[in-house]
């Protein structure tokens, strides 16, 4: 129920913040305004 949705959603951040960290071009990544990861992070967060 709501646990496994916050472990979820925890789990989902902590994923797309490794590809980010990793990724050579992370920061173009992250200042795209439509970045799709992006969205989604920020709807499972909120």
């Known amino acids: 129920g709501l646990w496994m949705g916050i472990m979820f959603g925890t789990f989902t951040q902590l994923v797309f913040f490794l ?3 990793l990724s050579a ?3 173009k990544e992250v200042s795209s305004p439509l ?3 992006l ?3 920020l709807t499972l967060s909120s």
């Open 25 to 27: 071009d992370w920061e």
């Open 35 to 37: 970045n799709p990861p």
């Open 19 to 21: 590809c980010f960290t």
């Open 39 to 41: 969205i989604i992070l």
